[in-house]
């Protein structure tokens, strides 16, 4: 995951996040190999960021950008719905307000989408003070994602999704064979997994469920796929 930032100073580049659920669940299951999740810090740059991290105080920097484009394309405007959009939006800028925090309706996102603003992505506003941990964390959640987990003997890993995936795209985040030959899943909650020996103690506690392919998987789950290709 990409994360811009501006008016902060902050390492460029990628950052491992100190995930304390992956930190547990190796404390635990003694891996082999822990892979944890690394955010990219990209400063000043917008276009290729999957969400922004900026101080309070330098919001209007960030806004006056879509301002500008927006204004831009106000004069041009033709057509009434997206006149009206426009001004919706440039009406919540004027108030210093992210667009990521204006509620719109489906074909208004579509539209908005289309011309791109920057304050568009997920936008989180901080005082200045915070760690890096928490910054990522905190762009995590405005980006809507979260971690689902697989953990063993052999390695303990992190793994990012969009929060409402269903079980088959975790699964192909793993692996494509193992969402091309998806059969079941046993899924674990954290605080169960971490009650149990292993996961095969879970199953024999009766804490696994066993969930088909629709299935969606809840934030810091253990998985297992049973797939056949």
């Not at 902050?10 to 669940?25: F, I, N, R, S, W």
């Not at 697989?150 to 699964?171: R, Y």
């Amino acid at each position: 995951m990409k994360i811009g930032f501006t008016g902060i100073e902050l390492p460029e580049g990628k950052t491992k996040y100190h995930d304390e659920t992956l930190m547990a669940l190796a404390e635990k299951d003694k891996p082999k190999k822990v892979s944890p999740f690394f955010a990219e810090f990209i400063g000043d740059e917008f276009v290729q960021s999957e969400a922004i991290v900026i101080p309070r105080s330098k919001i209007l920097d960030l806004l006056i950008l879509d301002m500008e484009k927006i204004d831009a394309r106000l004069v041009r405007l033709t057509d009434e719905d997206e006149k009206a959009l426009m001004t919706k939006c440039m009406e919540a800028l004027e108030e210093e307000i992210p667009l990521c925090d204006v509620a719109f309706d489906e074909a208004e996102r579509k539209m908005i989408t289309a011309i791109a603003p920057v304050s568009f992505k997920p936008v989180v506003q901080i005082e200045g003070d915070e760690d890096i941990d928490t910054l990522i964390a905190l762009a995590l959640e405005k980006a809507n994602y979260t971690f689902f987990y697989t953990s063993g003997p052999d390695e303990s890993h992190a793994w990012l999704i969009e929060k409402g995936s269903d079980i088959v795209t975790c699964a192909g985040k793993i692996h494509t064979d193992l969402a091309r030959g998806f059969i079941k899943g046993d899924v674990v909650a954290f605080e169960d997994y971490m009650n149990c020996h292993s996961f095969n103690d879970c199953k024999s506690k009766g804490v696994a469920r066993l969930v088909d392919r629709d299935y969606i998987v809840q934030p810091r789950e253990i998985i297992e796929i049973r797939f056949n290709v």
